[in-house]
Each structure stands twice: as structure tokens, then as C-alpha cells.
């Protein structure tokens, strides 16, 4: 097989992958018409390794105050070198020999594009899987309206406890800057403000674990 792949493998995964595997979801706002990729603001993280499971990541400078405001749901880091952090992600993925896995190829595609590099074969789209396995199934189950994540999670048992509506992470984004661009306006931010700003973290965590549990589920798996 060539090293010119464009798609992920599509087949399900080891128990071991899918337990240990390292989950992630990009947010940030959307391209513009002619559909460029704009650099991710907030990458969530799901890895089993070590003993923080759950982690969020700003890259954004104009939302550097948001994340590191001592007294909010949960401290999240900043980093303003996103290239060298997605290195360090992909160094760590291949060394462990577990792949990413993402519910759609954005995430690969701007991974790609910022370490100029292509990594499908350590990426898995579990999009692709779930679609897959639900046509294998054969039970005559009815197709979801859509392919999107709160549908396909749908297929698998899972709802989403924190999504929000189409739009709605940008929208939050947008007011959240106006406030988030300083420490001194962070900490005049009113309630409401922050309020989105939990919004967004939530919503990204729903995501992440979301992938998470989808393909536990398809393997049959529990937590223990």
C-alpha cells in the first residue's frame, strides 16, 4: 500500500486501541466561503495515559485569559505554539502506536496542514467506523436523519449532554474575545460572558467523549 493514502482505514479496532486510544476534537471558527481551514482555537483531549484523562488546550492568544482565569469550572492550559504541540501529540501517538481518533477528517486535515505532514495512517474517522458498523448490523435499524455526531452517537445508545446548535460554539467564541483579550477586561466579564465560556468547554468535553464512548460501545466494551 502506497504512502500517498488520502482516507483513514474504516475497519474496527483492537479492545486495547480502543480503550488506550488518544480522542480529540478541534473547535474554532468556521472557514470562509472558499472554505480554508483557520487555525483550531480549543483542542479537547481524551487519553486513558497518566492520571489527567480529560484535557483542554487554547492555541489563541485572544482567549488566553478565559483559559487561565483562576476560579472557573476547571483550569484549562494555554499554549501559544500550537505546531509544536500537535508534534508532540503525534510523537506521542506513534511512539505508544495508538492512532487519534476524531469523529470527522477536519481534525486530520488541520493537522496535516500545520505539521505539514501526512498522518492518515495514525487517524482514525469514527464517522466512517460508525457508519460501517451500523450497516453491518443488519437488524433492520432505522437510518439516522444525518451523519453528524449527535445522530450518529444516536446509533450507538449515546445522547450528547452538552451540544450546542449549530453556530452556537462560534457565536460564543465571538463574545467571549471581546472580553478574553486581557486580563484586566477578563476580569470584568460579566456572568453571561462566562457562562458561554463554560458553554464551549462543555460542549468540546461532550464531543470528546462522546468519539470516546461511541466506539466502546461498538466493541462491546465497558469501563472496567
Given at each position: 500500500m502506497t504512502n500517498d493514502r488520502k482516507h483513514p482505514p474504516r475497519h474496527m479496532l483492537s479492545n486495547e486501541i480502543v480503550r488506550?486510544?488518544?480522542?480529540?476534537?478541534?473547535?474554532?471558527?468556521?472557514?470562509?466561503?472558499?472554505?480554508r481551514l483557520r487555525p483550531?482555537?480549543?483542542?479537547?483531549?481524551y487519553n486513558r495515559d497518566g492520571n489527567q484523562?480529560?484535557?483542554?488546550?487554547?492555541?489563541?492568544?485572544?482567549?488566553?485569559?478565559?483559559?487561565?482565569?483562576?476560579?472557573?469550572?476547571?483550569?484549562?492550559?494555554?499554549?501559544?505554539?500550537?505546531?509544536?504541540?500537535l508534534k508532540h501529540l503525534m510523537k506521542k501517538s506513534i511512539r505508544k502506536k495508538k492512532p487519534l481518533f476524531a469523529f470527522t477528517e477536519h481534525e486530520l486535515k488541520v493537522i496535516n496542514k500545520h505539521l505539514q505532514q501526512n498522518i492518515v495512517r495514525r487517524f482514525r474517522n469514527v464517522r466512517s467506523i460508525t457508519q460501517r458498523w451500523f450497516n453491518s448490523r443488519g437488524d433492520g435499524s432505522i437510518t439516522p436523519p444525518s451523519w453528524d455526531l449527535a445522530e450518529a452517537a444516536k446509533t450507538t445508545g449515546i445522547t450528547l449532554s452538552s451540544k450546542l446548535a449549530i453556530g452556537g460554539v462560534t457565536s460564543r467564541f465571538r463574545e467571549v474575545?471581546?472580553?478574553?483579550?486581557?486580563?484586566?477586561?477578563?476580569?470584568?466579564?460579566?456572568?453571561?460572558?462566562?457562562?458561554?465560556?463554560?458553554?464551549?468547554?462543555?460542549?468540546?468535553?461532550?464531543?470528546?467523549?462522546?468519539?470516546?464512548?461511541?466506539m466502546m460501545v461498538m466493541r462491546g466494551l465497558d469501563e472496567s
Open positions: 488506550n486510544g488518544c480522542y480529540i476534537d478541534f473547535e474554532g471558527f468556521a472557514g470562509h466561503k472558499n472554505r483550531p482555537i480549543l483542542l479537547g483531549i484523562h480529560f484535557r483542554q488546550v487554547v492555541f489563541n492568544k485572544d482567549f488566553r485569559w478565559a483559559a487561565e482565569a483562576p476560579g472557573d469550572e476547571q483550569s484549562i492550559d494555554f499554549c501559544n505554539d500550537r505546531d509544536a504541540f474575545r471581546e472580553y478574553s483579550c486581557s486580563k484586566r477586561k477578563w476580569a470584568t466579564a460579566p456572568r453571561a460572558i462566562r457562562k458561554k465560556w463554560r458553554e464551549i468547554l462543555k460542549h468540546n468535553k461532550s464531543d470528546v467523549m462522546s468519539i470516546y464512548e461511541m
